[in-house]
């Protein structure tokens, strides 16, 4: 009979012993998961940044074309100010030493 009571707490032993570490396990998976999905979530954070400021960048350089465009047009203004501010320089430079002459308002 001693036997089989020893049998008995060892058994008992075992089964708690089994229990208890099957406890352990389960909260040491749980705690391994939660630590996985806060790193993803936070991976999922970061490729969201990328991805908003790709697309901006990638929104910004259709419009280089444009821009070239813009610069090109810009420069026949500029060219074109020039001529019109010699021009002006020209015709205040002549008021200011013509009177009124006669070829002036003969050529008008």
């Given amino acids: ?13 075992v089964w708690w012993t089994s229990l208890a570490l099957g406890l352990v396990v389960a909260l040491v998976v749980s705690l391994l998961l939660w630590l996985i999905h ?6 999922n954070s970061v490729v969201s940044d ?19 465009r813009i610069n090109g047009k810009a420069e026949k203004i500029l060219h074109t ?4 501010d010699a021009g002006a320089a020209a015709i205040s430079t002549h008021a ?5 002459c006669p070829h002036c308002i003969a050529g008008i």
């Fill in 1 to 13: 009979m001693e036997i089989s009571a020893n049998l008995g707490e060892t058994a008992s032993f």
């Fill in 38 to 43: 806060k790193t993803a979530t936070n991976i």
């Fill in 50 to 68: 990328i991805w908003d400021t790709g697309r901006r960048v990638a929104n910004n350089t259709v419009h280089i074309p444009i821009l070239y």
């Fill in 81 to 84: 100010a020039g001529a019109i």
């Fill in 96 to 100: 200011k030493d013509c009177p009124g």
